[in-house]
């Protein structure tokens, strides 16, 4: 069983900055496409950024240049570093792991509220 605990979410001011931290099971850390998503109250869940085992990312244009998506290999952790807040990024933040094994294999975190007061 692949497990992902979430880390580093709370609360803070628009224009602030929040690390968020997503520990892997190390078994599949290293094969696996890891990512950040999110979901707003009433809203369905978004994609925020991913990065794989190779270290390629991709962002959604809402957060590009504001966020950073990071991965340590030798910790099996990945991080979201979030600068420039803004209140429409309050939700709760999840983590993601897809690799495949002859299928693919999909897991998620329990998620970490992030909340952006104006």
């Known amino acids: 069983q692949v497990q992902l605990v979430e880390s580093g979410g709370g609360l803070v001011q628009a224009g602030g900055s929040l690390k968020l931290s997503c520990a892997a099971s190390?078994?599949?850390?290293?094969?696996?496409?890891m990512g950040w998503y999110r979901q707003a109250p009433g809203k369905q869940r978004e994609l925020v950024a991913t990065i794989t085992s190779g270290g390629s990312t991709n962002y959604a244009d809402s957060v590009r240049g504001r966020f950073t998506i990071s991965r340590d290999n030798d910790k099996s952790t990945v991080y979201l570093q979030m600068n420039s807040l803004k209140p429409e990024d309050t939700a709760v933040y999840y983590c993601n792991a897809v690799f495949f094994l002859l299928t693919k294999y999909d897991y998620w975190g329990q998620g970490t509220q992030v909340t952006v007061s104006s």
């Open positions: 190390r078994s599949i850390f290293s094969i696996a496409t």
